[in-house]
């Protein structure tokens, strides 16, 4: 598994995150194999948040009950959650009460007396920046959270957050695939008028500005694409050009195509992290066999084309 540094932080993470969005319906053996083939593969960094699965926290709640860890082995592995979103609204809420009560709610449920990182969870239009840094202060204080980030912020988002937030914004979870990939192919077609890929989404440049400001991405959805209702595009017949190059380069490799997919992404010299979503241990395994995969410029460009963007 390769590794990277998580921002300024000093913290070094695999390149590969086990994401536990889907477990709270899995039995306790269940979440234990997700667990042992991820730490199996060099992957531990588990990434949580408090609105994932059927209720609030109740990932977060099963991944504690089934593992539940011993202190040492604790610290043997990062744990990353999010807050910000209030499901029942819906609404986001970046106000002091909510972000510190949320991060306690989050404690209590994964059985721990800190995590390594906390993601503001999608942007806030209401934010208030100040209400933020007091937050991130007290639960910096308090030992609560050792590391901070957000999720789908744009560079002036990041910005304002800046103006009031002390501490370094050290990574930004965005969702990224190589048939969902506008963060990295507007640049492609900038000067091109005619073509949709040309449009900025982001705010301009998130890829260079993560990379200018030492913020690590995460790319969410890994697999997902954007066309017939937006599933997966390994193996879908929408995506035929794209899966007859998959497919080539798996067989060159002696790798599954979710390798590939996952190796597109750890290819960018950003050091971005890929965060999985699947609950089957095999596909963990599959995935992380991607990590130390080093495309070259050639193959990552033709999976770029076969998607369907264009390469001038």
Known sequence: MRTLPLGPTGMTVPNVVAGMM????KTDDDVKALYIAARDAGIDFFDHADIYARSLHSAETRFAEALDLSSSERDEIRL???AGIVREGPYFDFSYDHLVSSVEASLRALRTDYVDVLLLHRPDALVEPEEVARAFDHLEAAGKVRAFGVSNHTPRQIDLLRTAVRQPI???QVQLSIAHAPLVVQG????????GQSVVRDGGGLVEYCRIAGITL????????????GGTFLGNPEYAELNAVIDELAARYDVTALAIAVAWITRHPAGIQVVLGTTTPQRITDAAAGSQIALTRAEWYALVRAAGYIVP
């Open 22 to 25: 889907r477990i709270d319906d």
């Open 80 to 82: 990353q959650t999010k």
């Open 170 to 172: 050290v990574a930004n």
């Open 188 to 195: 492609l077609a900038s000067n091109m008028e005619s073509t």
């Open 218 to 229: 995460q790319a969410w959805s890994p697999i997902q694409g954007t066309r017939a209702g």
